[in-house]
């Protein structure tokens, strides 16, 4: 694993204080909750999971680990699913219970839920998982405890591919700088694999995702073109369906299986 690090503005000394303030942060940042779920249907991530939601019945409990905004929620509320989103920020929590009291938002921290086990059929989280700096492994175990046996997960984590590799392998080494904190963690392909069997799921499938996303930022980094430009993004849309996701994916999707 890839440590990626960032510069903290800010004193939290706390890895979990960081955390939820940062992506406090971040969602006030995006402006009012909005609820827009259109965008949902349409994800990378959607045509990954449908199959699987398809042979779930009605009522059906899944769990949205590290829910943000609060989307999915609403988009599988939307399904006739029971879905539960849990994120660490309070903040964002309330603002959710506020807004959209039908559905269901809890404030926790998927290292320890609180859930009873063999609570839910699926259980995903996207882009969650890296962000602690001991390791996935606290949020692996718990998934599997709160998975029902025969149970899903569905988790994404940043993918070291081989644009990464080059990229970090040809950096000079620097002193840190200062309120620089650790920030999330890559995972090559294999790595992610042991991860997850090492806590005894059996992987179906561990899919690269987002590839326009990385050739974005391989244009930004590797030749100078700013994220903002039209032509940067066209550039990306034009390369991205003909370079290979080994490459350039910018995230990678498990899916794994709590046995029965």
């Given amino acids: 694993m890839l440590k990626d690090f960032t510069i903290s503005a800010h004193d939290e000394t706390d890895e979990t204080?960081?955390?939820?303030?940062?992506?406090?942060?971040?969602?006030?940042d995006k402006g009012d909750l909005y609820g827009d779920v259109d965008k949902i249907g349409r994800s990378e991530e959607h045509a990954i999971m449908k199959p699987y939601?398809?042979?779930?019945?009605?009522?059906?409990?899944?769990?949205?680990g590290g829910c943000g905004l609060g989307d999915w929620v609403l988009f599988l509320e939307k399904q006739g699913f029971k879905a539960t989103?849990?994120?660490l920020s309070r903040k964002t929590i309330d603002l959710l219970q506020e807004?959209?009291?039908?559905?269901?938002?809890?404030?926790?921290?998927?290292?320890?839920?609180?859930?009873?086990?063999?609570?839910?059929?699926?259980?995903?989280?996207?882009?969650v998982f890296e962000h602690f700096e001991n390791g996935p492994d606290d949020c692996i175990r718990e998934g599997?405890?709160?998975?029902?046996?025969?149970?899903?997960?569905?988790?994404s984590v940043p993918m070291q591919n081989v644009r990464q590799s080059i990229r970090y392998a040809l950096k000079k080494p620097a002193p840190m700088a200062p309120k620089e904190r650790f920030y999330q963690y890559r995972f090559s392909r294999a790595e992610l694999y042991r991860v997850l069997e090492s806590h005894g799921y059996e992987i179906v499938d561990i899919i690269p995702l987002h590839k326009r996303q990385?050739?974005?930022?391989?244009l930004h980094h590797e030749f100078g073109l700013p994220l903002s430009w039209t032509l940067?993004?066209?550039?990306?849309?034009?390369?991205?369906?003909?370079?290979?996701?080994?490459?350039?994916?910018?995230?990678?999707?498990a899916v794994a299986r709590k046995p029965s």
Avoid: C
Wanted: proline share 6%.
């Fill in 99 to 127: 807004k959209f009291p039908q559905a269901r938002f809890i404030a926790g921290d998927i290292r320890e839920t609180g859930f009873d086990d063999n609570s839910f059929d699926i259980y995903f989280s996207w882009g």
């Fill in 144 to 155: 599997l405890r709160v998975l029902k046996p025969g149970g899903h997960l569905f988790m």
């Fill in 214 to 218: 990385g050739v974005l930022r391989s």
């Fill in 85 to 87: 989103g849990l994120d």
């Fill in 17 to 28: 204080d960081f955390v939820e303030q940062y992506w406090t942060r971040v969602w006030e």
């Fill in 232 to 253: 940067t993004r066209a550039l990306a849309a034009a390369l991205s369906p003909i370079l290979p996701a080994s490459w350039f994916s910018h995230m990678q999707m």
């Fill in 53 to 64: 939601l398809q042979k779930l019945p009605k009522g059906s409990p899944i769990l949205d």
